[in-house]
Structures are given as structure tokens and as C-alpha cells.
């Protein structure tokens, strides 16, 4: 019966400790499109996602940061763009949409559910969040 129980705590702690990476990843994709719908810079965003959750190692994480615009003659918006510069702030207008794409290699911690992992032999899971705002 031990043998049972400790896989259903590993289990337990894995799974938690994975959906704890995944809302932290998500506070700070959240934290990153903040900053741009304000006028940060790539760069900026880049800090300002470093420092919003350091027990996420951003040498794992893969960013992501787009606009787009809203077409008044067809009351559509436009293709996804990326993020570039302009004068100092980032290049969205007013009412465009600024969307955070952020991708992070968690590290499985027990290795007893490779089934969980993206590689065969289990170690690592992706993880994604994505957000999008209104430029201001």
C-alpha cells in the first residue's frame, strides 16, 4: 500500500508545483502586457519581466511580443505584427491590441510520470500563457 500512496503524493506534488508554474508564468505575461500598453519598449518589457517572478528562470523562457491594429472600414483588426521601436517607446497607436506570448521549459522534480514531460524520457514540460490588452 506504501508503494501507492507515494506515487499519489509525488503525483500530487508534481502536478502542483507544475499549475504553480503556470499561474506564475500567466502573473507574468500579464505583468510584461501592462508595460507595453503603456509605451515599454521590447527591452523594457523584457526587465520588467525578469523581475515579476524570479523562481522563473527566464534563460527557460521563450517571449513573444505582437500588435495589431483595428481596421475601421472593415471593423476588423488587422494581422498579428510584431513589436518593434519608435522614438523611445514601443510602435503601437492608441486602440491597438498588444499581445504577450510567453513559452517556459518547466523542470519536472520527481522524473516518475514521463507521460507528464514533452520528452521521452520525461525532464521537461512546456508551458505557455498568453495575454492580450488595448493600447492606451
Do not use: C
Not at 472593415?74 to 514601443?90: D, K, P, Y
Amino acid at each position: 500500500m506504501l508503494p501507492v500512496l507515494l506515487v499519489i503524493l509525488f503525483g500530487i506534488i508534481e502536478v502542483g508545483v507544475l499549475a504553480r508554474d503556470a499561474a506564475a508564468l500567466n502573473a507574468v505575461a500579464r505583468e510584461g502586457v501592462r508595460a507595453a500598453v503603456v509605451g515599454a519598449t521590447p527591452s523594457a518589457i523584457d526587465a520588467r519581466i525578469q523581475i515579476s517572478d524570479p523562481r522563473l528562470d527566464s534563460d527557460q523562457m521563450i517571449t513573444l511580443y505582437e500588435r495589431r491594429s483595428f481596421n475601421e472600414q472593415t471593423q476588423t483588426f488587422g494581422e498579428w505584427t510584431a513589436l518593434g521601436t519608435s522614438q523611445g517607446v514601443n510602435d503601437a497607436v492608441n486602440g491597438d491590441q498588444i499581445r504577450v506570448t510567453l513559452q517556459y521549459q518547466h523542470q519536472t522534480i520527481t522524473g516518475l510520470f514521463p507521460g507528464m514531460s514533452d520528452e521521452p524520457g520525461g525532464g521537461t514540460k512546456t508551458v505557455r500563457a498568453s495575454v492580450t490588452m488595448r493600447r492606451e
